[in-house]
């Protein structure tokens, strides 16, 4: 039987089924496992949820969806990719000099490689 702390399948002290971390029951899956099956939500309420105990952030939760309201993913439409194309291009796109990197730039610098090791010119 798991830990008395985060079993709550009932959901009298949670307010909505809390399980274990890895003790779900079939059927109730995260996001992150209806995306990896080409689903999302759908509109659907939370239907349970997992808490597990963390080091570094405390007490962590994990929503859980029933698989069986889950819908298809919609497809992207050709003007969804093509802002898409447009953002990752931008964010590519030193402002310094105007050039493609190649690589999305780093928001520390904030400019391409070459940019930041170039040395200040004095006026």
């Known amino acids: 039987m798991p ?3 985060f079993w709550d399948p009932e959901g009298d002290r949670y307010g909505i ?3 274990s971390y890895r003790l779900a029951p079939d059927g109730l ?3 992150r496992q209806l995306r990896a099956r080409g689903l999302r939500p759908g509109g659907q309420p939370v239907a349970a949820q997992i808490l597990w105990r ?3 952030r405390g007490v962590r939760a994990a929503y859980l969806y ?3 309201l889950a819908r298809p993913v919609r497809p992207m ?3 969804k990719w093509a802002a898409l194309d447009k953002a990752l291009a931008a964010r590519r796109t030193c402002p310094n000099c105007g050039r493609d990197a190649g690589y999305t730039l780093s928001t520390s610098l904030g ?3 070459p940019c930041a090791d170039a040395p200040a010119l004095v006026a």
Request: glycine share 4%; hydrophobic share 25%; proline share 14%.
């Open 77 to 79: 439409t050709p003007a």
């Open 17 to 19: 089924p809390t399980y």
């Open 29 to 31: 899956v995260t996001r």
């Open 66 to 68: 029933r698989l069986d």
């Open 3 to 5: 830990g008395p702390r």
């Open 111 to 113: 400019v391409c490689v």
């Open 54 to 56: 963390s080091r570094r």
